[in-house]
Nanobody, 122 residues
């Protein structure tokens, strides 16, 4: 019923940029609030950013404010995460997520993508 497929991860130098994409099924973007989470090996999955099903407002974790931007293109059924000024500590597996609360925690997520790896070198 809800399919989320991430792409756009890769290797980038510190200070560089990447744009992650999440292709969604049907009217997912207008039905659920959407978010991005990330997970380090052996750590809990943590909140990065969220966008309301209305397209606004948006919400960000403190350590990514001013650097990351969440957006969507409903016509293309796609959610985006533009990541600028990347730091080595941004290295993680990034997941696309859907929920009914805004914003929402990992434990409140209803649907997950399988993730895309982001690696930032020094």
């Amino acid at each position: 019923q809800v399919l989320l497929v991430e792409s756009g991860g890769g290797l980038v130098q510190a200070g560089g940029s990447l744009r992650l994409s999440c292709i969604t099924s049907g009217r997912t973007l207008s039905t659920y609030h959407m978010g991005w989470f990330r997970q380090y090996p052996g750590k809990e999955r943590e909140f990065v950013a969220a966008i309301s099903r209305d397209g606004f407002p948006t919400s960000y974790a403190d350590d990514v404010k001013g650097r990351f931007t969440i957006s969507r293109d409903t016509g293309a059924f796609t959610l985006y995460l533009q990541m600028d000024s990347l730091k080595p500590e941004d290295t993680a597996l990034y997941y696309c997520a859907a929920g009914v609360k805004f914003p929402f925690l990992a434990k409140e997520t209803l649907f997950w993508g399988r993730g895309t790896q982001v690696t930032v070198s020094s």
